[in-house]
């Protein structure tokens, strides 16, 4: 099992990146994937993600309205449009791949879709920097 992601880079505020995620070895459309982001002495948190085939999404308050999800199913590939950058959006940003069994991922009351241990497979993480 191996997710790759790429795309981070140094951009000014009010850049814009696309991170990819490619994945390998498990069966990419059955699992819902999802970015998190880890910044320096801080907890990793959860960003955003997207349900099977391109389903519902959910969004961190802190990024909604700038990032935006997406997936291709056939190029196991997952996305993240990053827009508006902010300083605080440095980061390392990770992918993650959960099967989210039932209607859990579904479940408004729980939002188990924001916690770290429902994700299974992760990727090594991608840095993005954002300078003022």
């Known amino acids: 099992v191996q997710l790759q992601a790429s795309g981070g880079g140094s951009v000014q505020a009010g850049g814009s990146l696309r991170l990819s995620c490619v994945a390998s070895?498990?069966?990419?459309?059955?699992?819902?994937i999802g970015w998190f982001r880890q910044a320096p002495g801080k907890k990793r948190e959860f960003v955003s993600s997207i349900g099977w085939s391109g389903g519902r999404s959910y969004y961190a308050d802190s990024v909604k309205g700038r990032f935006t999800i997406s997936r291709d199913d056939a190029k196991n590939t997952l996305y993240l449009q990053a827009n508006s950058l902010r300083p605080e959006d440095t980061a390392v940003y990770y992918c993650?791949?959960?099967?989210?069994?039932?209607?859990?991922?579904?479940?408004?009351?729980?939002?188990?879709?924001?916690?770290?241990?429902?994700?299974?497979?992760w990727g090594q993480g991608t840095l993005v920097t954002v300078s003022s």
């Open positions: 993650a791949a959960g099967e989210f069994p039932g209607s859990t991922y579904d479940d408004d009351d729980g939002r188990y879709y924001q916690e770290a241990s429902w994700y299974d497979y």
């Open positions: 070895g498990f069966n990419f459309e059955q699992y819902i």
